[in-house]
């Protein structure tokens, strides 16, 4: 999206942002969200934050705090935008997906020798599983998490 093209929809933007931020208790923490949003939005090819500050002619440091030391609610936010999807895709369908992730180490969480689809046989991997909403013009990754064997293992001997 081009600079001019974001600011024909910011009110838009802002509503929605101000929708899924609500939730946060600091005023600057609501202001950063909105930011890193309009970040995200911006045209080029790197979504990292180098890139993206200079897109957005703002200092470095502001939202590499907010995105490195959040003091924010992450379940909260994600909550807040699935139930926006629903409301907009309204889905027929939902999806339970898995995937492999193909690892060479050890040393990420999760890695272990285990089948995956990825791969079509065992191998060192990490799974992923997503939960999506589907409906015949669109579809919305819900959620996602790493399933890691080892932890879910510790919570079924507790």
């Known amino acids: 999206m081009r600079a001019n093209e974001l600011a024909s929809c910011r009110g838009r933007l ?10 946060w208790s600091h005023a600057d923490q609501r202001v950063k969200g909105s930011l890193y949003l309009r970040g995200l ?32 609610p992450v379940d909260t936010v994600r909550t807040r935008l699935a139930r926006r999807a629903v409301a907009v895709v309204r889905p027929q ?14 040393s990420s ?5 285990q089948y995956s689809g990825t791969l079509g046989k065992v191998g060192n991997c990490q799974i992923g599983v997503w939960l999506r909403s ?20 510790d919570v079924h001997e507790k």
């Open 93 to 106: 369908v939902w999806v339970v997906d898995d995937t492999g992730f193909p690892k060479d180490g050890t």
């Open 109 to 113: 969480p999760g890695v272990a020798r």
């Open 41 to 72: 939005l911006l045209d080029g090819r790197r979504k990292s934050m180098q890139p993206m500050v200079g897109r957005l002619g703002v200092d470095h440091q502001q939202l590499q705090q907010f995105m490195t030391s959040p003091t924010w």
């Open 134 to 153: 589907l409906q015949a013009a669109a579809f919305v990754q819900q959620s996602g998490r790493q399933l890691v064997i080892d932890w879910l293992a």
């Open 14 to 23: 802002e509503e929605f942002a101000g929708e899924v931020f609500a939730p």
